[in-house]
């Protein structure tokens, strides 16, 4: 199982820009870079997938360097309701007992 | 469409008592999994499985059974409940792309 390493926390203003880079060097070849928002008492919500350079969508981009080894989460002008645990997961498209949730990264975002 | 369905919401068991959480996706998902997240970490796997009758454990199986004999629900039993197992448990149903995840379960044993 790749393991997966994410700053523990973050501090950030509305309006800004986040990134939050997640390493995860034993990344295998047939494995996949999901990225997980959690609120507060509610289960972890899908937000980006990608297997290599850059993958964008509506709520965020996702940029992985061609070794693959890490990964970078963008959040672009963030809002106070973007205060949430971020999760980096490494596995098969499934995740199904392929891959695990680390500790994530807990996002504060500030007025 | 109602996604994945836990039930219940809260629960309060005695140590020793045994009990279902109960899981249905109606997404159609041959993936299915459990989790269970403790204050302030991240979520373990406990069971998953990738089809109607196919079950294999996760990181953290003992203490809990399960069975999947439709596509549509994945029951996770406690057999003999302890306090340890006190926690929030998540279902998730998994596409080719994501898991979604159900509003989970919040269990405390006593």
């Known amino acids: 199982l790749a393991k997966t390493t994410q700053p523990i926390s973050m501090d950030s203003y509305e309006g800004q820009e986040v990134n939050i880079t997640c390493s995860h060097n034993n990344i295998a070849t047939n494995d ?3 990225w997980y928002q959690q609120f507060p008492s509610q289960g972890p919500r899908f937000i980006i997938q990608g297997y290599k350079t850059k993958v964008t969508n509506e709520v965020a981009s996702l940029f992985i360097p061609a070794d693959r080894k890490s ?9 106070l309701s973007d205060t949430a645990v971020y999760y980096c997961l490494v596995g098969e498209w499934t995740n199904a007992g392929k891959s695990t949730f680390g500790d994530g990264t807990t996002l504060t975002v500030k007025p | ?11 309060v068991l005695k140590t020793g008592q045994s009990m279902t959480l109960q899981c249905a996706q109606d997404m159609n998902h041959e993936y299915m999994s459990w989790y269970r997240q403790d204050p302030g970490m991240g979520l373990r796997l406990i069971h998953y499985s990738v089809g109607a009758g196919i079950t294999d454990q ?3 199986p003992n203490g809990y059974n399960v069975s999947r004999s439709t596509t549509e629900d994945f ?4 057999l003999s409940a302890a306090p340890s197992q006190t926690s929030v448990y998540f279902c998730a149903s998994s596409g080719r792309t994501e898991a979604f995840f159900g509003q989970g379960t919040r269990l405390t044993v006593v």
């Open chain 1, 71 to 79: 990964s970078t989460l963008s959040l672009p002008r963030v809002s």
């Open chain 2, 58 to 60: 996760g990181e953290v």
């Open chain 1, 32 to 34: 996949y870079i999901t």
């Open chain 2, 75 to 78: 029951p996770l039993r406690l």
């Open chain 2, 1 to 11: 469409n109602a996604g994945v369905t836990q039930t219940p919401k809260f629960q």
